[in-house]
């Protein structure tokens, strides 16, 4: 069988930078606001009725926008297998981190209300509150580590080793400037949440999370700006030593990385992908004024645009670069040598083609269904509620 | 290569995994069961049907929320602790777990949160889609999940790349249609409805026990042995193909289950009971049923199935063949395209052995200098140790045929004699709750541990499948899934036990005030009278 020929290998593994950049965007839309609204949850409600009435804005949602995730996760396994097995071992505590807080988030919405007990039930509200602080902390601080490379090389059989022992790989991880993504990125979703919170909820609730969000706005403008200048100073690029082959075999050692020079020549060679970042700036700028001005859908889509200004400022910088390797440059991982056979990655774009539109039509609904605030009378009288 | 982080990687997955098993086999029943009770409902509108599908739908909460929650590691587990094998295998396995992503856990996701809340905004049809809408996602999950886990038994459809140093795909048809992983589906998927049948079984015998809700009990126990004895002979029946294919794909596998250790002639025949040596390469006191098992896995009386002794002569065979295409991997990796022809034959010729080469690896670093005496040890290494397998798919089938007859037992009461139920029947029907998880486990027991060493079938040793990480770091995870899963599983029986014992609550939709404000809401909506409102 030859259909995958139509269309083109480097073309496809393209395709496939813009479907999982899509996929994370997702995630960092959907999920993002339920990781946010887990994260204020301690803060803009204080008595049980209140908790219970901001954990039921995201309460039908949060499973199927956690989906963004594991698809995210099933989708880099399919199309870059490299990254997948090199990032997830690299990581390792730290994606550890991230799936205790994934296991335990779930279960505390469906267990909280369960049980009168209020020790029982603060525990839980403090469950959401790490499971989605944590995660939305760690994902900055992993693209902080992606931006300034990992000391990961390749084997001759591609077999990935790190260096170092674990405790340097883990608090290694902890640098200045990927606290700062990690920052960023908290705040941003922490913005988001209130954003969500704005349109699903109501009097003192979203009175208390739009004070927070202000401030959390204005800490996302600030720390995006400042890791922009670091950029531009302070960290060291990759580049390719020679035009690449684009349509070769997936093999990140065949082709000559050198790292220096700095990220930012990316906007000499594409200025155009300016908007991405500000989109990021201008969103934000826009979700804080509607805060002021208590417009919620407002503040809840520029919330979103500027979501999606700053993740796609992370990959059109980098691009062709995924993962690059401090350790070893040529094992740095790209577009053109570290995806899927074009077989594979084919067959996964008419999967994509054929479900994504079907997701998207019934999450639509689902959420239209869904449609309206969330008020003390629904929670207190559908015993189905949490 | 560190065998202490080897260890420490297959314990991890092996306990993650089987925690993981807890959970999902109940999903895929009671979502199944549930459908059915609101089905009824939808079809008949009498009430009681919606309060059973609230009440085991609020048990199928509990326990699914743990499913999904466990399923994470999973996923992850793979990139974390088996990265050479999430390398060498990605481009075939990751894409049938990434479209299970987007056909089946998606839906089943998205859905669920409108089957909880979606009874006051949903009208009575649009609930019961909702409510299918969430079986099916959870039942195609299981499909994807098992034709991964099929591709791991027999790798079909794909083939080695040594420019990229990992298997490629090469037909996504063979992938799908492996006939391993169609009878695994089937297999797995009628043991999950087994699971909950029992489950809904028990919960309602003991209802009657205490003579409560007896009106629900009874339905339930109805609908459960119907379910449960049409899924507990389908478990049988595509067991007995799951037998049929391991024939043909995993014959060591096979070999091991049964301790069968020398060819026999054929039809050989069924160990029914023995006690394996595997030092002496006997099984003593074995009882044996003539031609059973020729029929079972060959489906023929005069092919023979090869036992464990020839399987490893075969198998010292294909690793001095390995060899030879690993000594040729070096050479084409180096030349490229500029490979001596001559070389690239031989490699093509041998690279189906490649794979045995990776076993000597435990022993030396370049398996080319192997003495005799290491390729004698890895052929060994591919024979699985033997009495777990033997006894683990003993117990399997056994509770399998004792479910046949507990369902049968109970439908024939049920449907007969007028639900009359003696007292030791539901005394039984309580104890044997735990059961079809015990046979569960040792299903994928004897399906995984009897792939070692492999974790893909002749193709990767699982020891050289891990991450390049340390002890220590192993030994935290693993210290954390362990805190973590047992706090959950108490907490998940605590709360399991509370809301048996609360039973069905009264349901809020049968007051009138929640029919006026629901109808109302219905109306708003979309302007119009809703055509079903439970108005009872």
Do not use: C
């Not at chain 2, 306990?15 to 807890?22: G, I, Q, R, S």
């Amino acid at each position: 069988m030859t259909l995958h020929d139509l269309i083109a290998y480097d073309l496809l593994r393209v395709v496939w930078w813009l479907l999982i950049g899509f996929l994370l965007i997702g995630f960092a839309l959907t999920d993002g606001f339920d990781m946010g609204v887990g994260t204020l949850l301690p803060f803009v409600a204080r008595t049980d009725i209140e908790r219970r009435m901001v954990i039921n804005t995201v309460g039908p949602v949060w499973e199927g926008n956690q989906v963004w995730f594991i698809l995210g996760g099933g989708a880099i396994f399919a199309a870059w297998p490299p990254l997948y097995a090199v990032s997830f071992s690299g990581f390792y505590l730290a994606m550890f981190a991230i799936l205790a807080a994934l296991i335990v988030r779930p279960v505390a919405f469906k267990y909280r209300s369960k049980r009168e007990s209020t020790r029982w039930r603060t525990t839980w509200d403090w469950a959401l509150f790490a499971g989605g602080a944590v995660p939305a902390l760690i994902f900055g601080v992993a693209v902080g580590n992606v931006l300034q490379g990992v000391p990961f090389y390749l084997t001759d059989d591609l077999y990935a080793m790190y260096d170092g022992s674990f405790h340097a790989k883990f608090l290694g991880l902890l640098n200045p400037f990927a606290l700062l993504t990690g920052l960023v990125s908290l705040s941003m979703l922490i913005t988001h949440g209130a954003a969500w919170l704005g349109v699903k909820s109501e009097g003192v609730i979203v009175a208390r999370a739009r004070r927070i969000a202000v401030v959390s706005g204005l800490v996302t403008m600030a720390g995006f700006a400042l890791a922009g200048l670091w950029l531009a100073v302070g960290i060291e690029g990759y580049s390719f030593a020679q035009t690449p082959i684009t349509d070769g075999p997936s093999n990140p050692l065949q082709s000559e990385v050198i790292r220096g020079g700095s990220w930012l020549v990316a906007y000499t060679e594409r200025p155009w992908i300016i908007i991405a970042p500000a989109l990021g700036f201008f969103g934000t700028a826009q979700a804080i004024r509607g805060l002021r001005r208590q417009s919620e859908l407002g503040t809840f889509f520029w919330s979103k645009l500027a979501i999606l200004g700053m993740i796609s400022t992370v990959g059109l910088t980098m691009f062709p670069f995924i993962l690059p390797s401090s350790k070893d440059p040529n094992s740095s991982l790209t577009v053109w040598d570290a995806s899927s056979s074009h077989l594979t990655l084919f067959i996964m774009l008419v999967a994509t083609l054929i479900f994504m539109p079907i997701i998207l039509a019934y999450t639509a609904w689902v959420y239209k269904v869904l449609w309206g605030k969330v008020t003390e009378a629904d929670v207190t009288d559908a015993p189905q509620s949490y | 290569m560190d065998l202490d982080v080897v260890e420490l990687s297959r314990l991890q997955f092996a306990l993650t995994a089987m925690y993981h098993f807890l959970f999902v086999p109940l999903t895929l029943g009671l979502s199944v069961i549930v459908a059915i009770m609101e089905t009824v409902y939808v079809m008949t509108g009498r009430p009681i049907w919606r309060q059973m599908t609230k009440f085991w739908g609020t048990l199928f909460g509990i326990n699914f929320v743990l499913g999904v929650a466990t399923g994470i590691t999973m996923e992850f587990q793979f990139g974390m602790n088996w990265s050479y094998y999430s390398h060498y295998v990605g481009d075939v396995f990751g894409a049938p777990l990434a479209i299970e992503g987007l056909m089946a856990f998606f839906l089943e996701a998205t859905f669920v949160g409108l089957f909880f809340f979606g009874w006051e905004k949903l009208s009575r049809v649009q609930h019961l889609v909702v409510t299918w809408l969430v079986a099916i996602g959870s039942n195609f999950s299981a499909l994807w999940i098992l034709i991964a886990n099929g591709w791991m038994q027999n790798p079909v459809g794909a083939e080695f790349n040594p420019m990229t140093m990992r298997m490629e795909m090469t037909s996504f048809f063979e992938v799908l249609f492996n006939d391993v992983a169609q009878a695994k589906f089937v297999h797995t998927v009628s043991a999950g409805y087994v699971t909950a049948a029992v489950f809904v079984l028990g919960v309602s015998a003991w209802y009657l026990l205490g003579a409560r809700h007896v009106e629900l009990a009874r339905r339930s126990i109805a609908v459960a042995a119907s379910f449960g004895l049409a899924s507990a002979l389908s478990v049988v029946v595509l067991g007995d193909e799951s037998g049929y294919s391991a024939g043909h794909s995993q014959k060591m596998k096979l070999a091991a289950i049964e301790a069968m250790w020398e060819t026999e002639p054929a039809p050989a025949s069924f160990t029914l009971f023995g006690l394996p040596n595997q030092e002496e390469r006997e099984t003593h006191f074995a009882i044996h049923i003539p031609w059973a098992m020729g029929l079972i896995g060959t489906r023929s009386l005069t092919t023979e199935i090869p036992g464990i002794n020839e399987l490893e002569a075969q198998a010292e065979e294909r690793i001095r063949s390995g060899l030879i295409a690993y000594d040729a991997l070096l050479t084409v990796r180096q030349d490229r395209e500029a490979t001596d022809p001559a070389v690239m034959a031989r490699f093509e010729e041998h690279s189906d052995d490649l794979g045995f080469a990776f076993l000597l690896l435990r022993y030396l670093e370049d398996p080319r200098e192997a003495s005799d005496a290491e390729i004698t040890m890895a052929a060994e290494d591919t024979i699985p140790k033997v009495w777990p397998l033997f006894w683990a798919f003993r117990i399997m089938v056994a509770l399998g045929f004792s479910f046949i007859a507990l369902m049968a037992y109970f439908f024939y009461l049920a449907s007969f004699k007028g639900m009359q139920f003696p007292r030791w029947a539901l005394r039984l029907a309580v104890i044997v709750i735990p059961t079809p998880w015990i046979a569960a486990e040792m299903g994928w027991f004897v399906a995984e541990f009897g792939r070692q060493p492999w974790t893909v079938d002749g193709v990767l040793p699982t020891a050289l499948s891990v991450s390049h990480l340390g002890v220590s770091e192993l030994l935290i995870t693993l210290a954390g899934f362990i805190t973590f899963y047992t706090v959950l599983f108490i907490v998940e029986i605590g709360l399991m036990l509370k809301y048996i014992r609360k039973g069905p609550f009264m349901d809020v939709a049968e007051t009138d005030a929640w029919t006026a404000r629901h109808e109302h809401r219905l109306r708003t909506h979309d302007g119009n009278v809703p055509d079903a409102t439970p108005a009872e």
